[in-house]
């Protein structure tokens, strides 16, 4: 196991800088997700650590060493791509094994290393098979196991299961939080899947452009975002956010200088006749999204079209009601997208604090 401590790292190709001096320490035993959209330089930073790119500056220390000029089979670390790179004329046997002779590790030693790999995987019944014979997620443990054998530091997974169907997406999600307790190896994951990254990390990292825009865990990076870029890309549907200028005329009582404002689409109550101590607007219910125990609309009216989440029976399209978020569930952003936190409202001689602190 190995802590890994990310200092000023820059990566620049040419005249585009795809990461942007990254400060970052992963936690010895951590399961870490880098998650951000496609081009964000959450890859790149995976195979900087791996030791497959060379960072443009700074430094990257896996455990206790500095391994800028460490080759990658000597940085302690194993890596699994989406692709699983397996031989195709191997057995499942002979993939696990064929690292592990490369090392020239002695035969009984290897046998030992491949049963007790495989059955923590799950492997057993396919050791004399070819790989064209199982399925994606069977290819996807080969894989795994084949990295498990190099007993490694640090296991880094690039989108590994983005080759899966939904199905067995979430199958494998399962299966990776418990190998993760299993090994108790620090697993770096990346991912451009939201879900994913909520759902196994102990610890999110979100990038965009390079920059790292909030490293947190999971619920913190949900209910406290840093910046408006967080607050809409952590959430399924993602974070109602507008223009303070759409809708101040249903905030008259507050008077800062606000950028954005954002609610989510859980936190709104929709009622014909909402009242209370919140931000209250009249709405036209456009689309209804009905799953089961909850159902999803979207409203509209002069400020734009938002998201609602609720649980109560689904009420009929072209409706005619009234959205409310109370205050306490306000999130405010200035012009530049950058949290605000602490802000006072003053409804009816009470002054409420919202917006976190």
């Known amino acids: 196991m190995a802590q890994i401590i990310l200092k000023n790292v820059k990566k620049q190709f040419n005249d585009e800088v795809v990461v942007k001096n990254i400060n970052l320490t992963i ?9 951000g959209p ?51 004329t191997m057995t499942v046997r002979d993939n696990i094994e064929f ?14 290393l491949i049963e007790d790999i495989s ?10 098979k070819k790989p064209s014979t199982l399925s994606g997620g069977q290819r996807q443990r080969v894989a795994l196991a084949r990295a498990m054998v190099k007993k490694p530091d640090v296991f880094i997974l690039d989108e590994p299961l983005s080759n899966l169907d939904a199905k067995l997406r979430g199958q494998m999600r399962s299966e990776l939080i418990q190998l993760h307790k299993r090994l108790g190896t620090t697993f770096i994951y990346v991912t451009h899947d939201q879900v994913e990254a909520m759902s196994m990390g102990d610890e999110i990292v979100i990038l965009d452009k390079g920059v790292i825009q909030q490293a947190d865990s999971p619920l913190n990076v949900y209910h406290d975002p840093n910046n408006k870029f967080t607050a809409e890309f952590i959430g399924t549907p993602a974070m109602n956010v507008v223009e303070f200028e759409k809708v101040k005329v249903f905030l008259p009582e507050l008077h800062e200088a606000i950028g954005y404002v954002g609610f989510r689409p859980e936190q709104v109550i929709l009622d014909s006749e909402a009242y209370g101590k919140g931000m209250m ?3 036209k219910i456009i689309t209804r999204e009905t799953l089961g125990a909850e159902t999803i609309y979207q409203v509209e009216n002069e ?9 109560l029976a689904p009420i009929e399209e072209a409706s005619k009601s009234i959205i409310k978020v109370p205050y306490e569930h306000l999130y405010f952003f200035n012009e530049k997208g950058e949290r605000m936190r602490g802000i006072s409202i003053m409804n009816k001689s009470e002054d409420f604090v919202v917006g976190g602190v």
């Open 27 to 35: 936690q010895d035993g951590s399961f870490t997700v880098l998650v």
């Open 38 to 88: 496609s081009g964000c330089g959450k890859s790149t930073t995976l195979r900087m650590i791996a030791g497959l790119e060379k960072q443009s500056s700074g430094e990257i220390w896996i455990g206790n060493r500095c391994v800028n000029d460490v080759p990658p089979g000597k940085r302690g670390v194993a890596m699994v791509f989406q692709n699983y790179a397996l031989y195709p």
């Open 99 to 112: 690292g592990l002779k490369n090392k020239k590790v002695p035969k009984k030693e290897r046998e030992a």
């Open 119 to 128: 059955e923590i995987v799950g492997l057993e019944q396919y050791l004399n």
């Open 281 to 283: 607007m009249p709405c």
């Open 303 to 311: 400020a734009g079209v938002f998201n609602v989440k609720t649980y």
